[in-house]
Nanobody, 112 residues
Framework: QVQLVESGGGLVQAGGSLRLSCAAS????????MAWHRQAPGKAREVVAT????????YYADSVKGRFTISRERAKNMAYLQINSLKPEDTAIYYC?????WGQGTQVTVSS
């Protein structure tokens, strides 16, 4: 099994930036891809970005294109989500996921 731990969330003003981190441990050799999801209050969970572990190919939801950047450091089993130009609607708990496993999430709160 893989264990995931997110960090880097916080309270920021609109227009600010954050870098979220996801540390993977355990059977990381099986990782094929990793995704960042978010869940805003009263809304369904949604995928915001994914990255292929080997190639580095990425996918972004339309709502975050141009503002979010997903990356990974394979040697460290780390994934990142750089979030720029934060908007109040980005307020959510952000989770990293892989191999059917989820981290505990990290809260991002954006004030207007």
């Amino acid at each position: 099994q893989v264990q995931l731990v997110e960090s880097g969330g916080g309270l920021v003003q609109a227009g600010g930036s954050l870098r979220l981190s996801c540390a993977a441990s355990g059977r990381t050799i099986n990782i094929v891809s990793m995704a960042w999801h978010r869940q805003a209050p009263g809304k369904a969970r949604e995928v915001v970005a994914t990255i292929q572990w080997s190639s580095g190919n990425t996918y972004y939801a339309d709502s975050v294109k141009g503002r979010f950047t997903i990356s990974r450091e394979r040697a460290k089993n780390m994934a990142y989500l750089q979030i720029n130009s934060l908007k109040p609607e980005d307020t959510a708990i952000y989770y990293c996921t892989t191999l059917g496993r989820w981290g505990q999430g990290t809260q991002v709160t954006v004030s207007s």
